[in-house]
């Protein structure tokens, strides 16, 4: 229990591990050779702090950070970051003077939106920096890569404004977590094109970035002149396809709570909404107060384990809004006060963020993003 999380629940965010994932990558990547590292720092660091995780990877001589939102931007500025900020989403024209004010890298794909850029900075005695978004599969945003004639015309619009420069182009990878390759190839192949097509009309594209986690792990080939690793700074490796031989990683983020509540049943009680749990025999149920307001999937109950003392305990019955309850009957010496792993390890058993998406439906991302909503984090080292 920490007093300055004000509630017997947290998110335990090791920094030590997330420094020890940023220098594995380093090294996988190259980042000694000159390559630039991006850490994609976007949805508060995947929900492990922002500005914390920010402050190791500047330690560590990151200078480029990306994110979301304008808004994630601004805190970031606000904290003190002096560093390169790119914003991965595009910037409705409404939005430019607040990048220009707080000299953000905005990503653009068309030459109007640009303009607005430009002639907020202008007013403001400034010059931005952009990227230039391409499409060479994802589907999400960027000129269509096939479409060099319309993206030339209309990028050689952008290349003229005067305090916006074109600082580099990026695209991103759909399928660079899965076995098969083919698609990703196809992708770096148009992301090739694409840039020829642009030096080729005259127009300077100084910086290129491509690569993801996943292409970071698994395709050499697409690192140029920049990665934007994201969720392996965070110690989960991207999919199941990826192999995990390529990069050691440690988790970094564990979700932990301690017992409020403590009780001894006897048979045919039951808990929770629903009645989903009803005691067989006598047992012994602990509350703990976390729930799926805090990122813990209701879709998990039936599922769901937690570490109590060693033994791993099921939940019993539906987790609630704001706390759940665990079926504690085979834990020796249990008592109220108890610490409760939710999610990581106590050496000998662990619960991942795998494991609780491979049992909700979905990926490890949505699971710390979820988690570093409403709990409180207490930072280790
Ligand atoms: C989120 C994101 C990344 C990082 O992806 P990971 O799979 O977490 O490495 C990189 N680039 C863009 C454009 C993104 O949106």
Known sequence: MYKEAIRPAWAEINLSNFEYNVQQIQAKMGAAEGREFIGVIKADAYGHGAIQCAQV???NGVKTFAIATLHEAIALRNA????????????????????????????????????????????????????????????????????????????RRIAALPNLKIFGMFSHMSTADCVDKTYSHQQE???????????????????????????????????????????????????????????????????????????FVPSNFSVGYGRKYISEKPATIATIGLGYADGYPRPYSANAKVIVNGVVCPIAG???MDQCMIDVSNVPNVNVGDEVIVMGSDGTNSITADDIADATGTINYEITCAFGQRLPKVYVK
């Open 57 to 59: 990877l500047r330690d």
């Open 80 to 155: 003190g970051a002096k560093e390169r900020i790119i914003i991965l989403g595009l910037t409705p024209d409404m939005y430019a003077d607040t990048l220009a004010k707080y000299d953000i890298t905005p990503v653009v794909d068309n030459a109007d939106n640009a303009k607005a850029i430009n002639d907020a900075a202008a007013s403001m005695n400034k010059t931005l920096d952009c990227l230039l978004a391409v499409d060479t599969g994802m589907g999400r945003i960027g000129y269509l890569a096939d479409d060099t004639d319309f993206a030339i015309s209309d990028v």
């Open 189 to 263: 192949a148009k992301f090739n094109n694409f840039y020829k097509a642009l030096t080729d009309a005259g127009i300077e594209i100084p910086f290129r970035t491509l690569a993801n986690s996943a292409s970071i792990m698994e395709i050499p080939s697409v690192l140029f002149d920049g990665c934007r690793p994201g969720i392996i700074l965070y110690g989960c490796y991207p999919s199941h396809e990826v192999d995990p031989a390529q990069l050691s990683l440690k988790p970094v983020m564990s979700v932990k709570a301690n017992i409020v509540h403590l009780k």
């Open 318 to 320: 539906n987790i609630c």
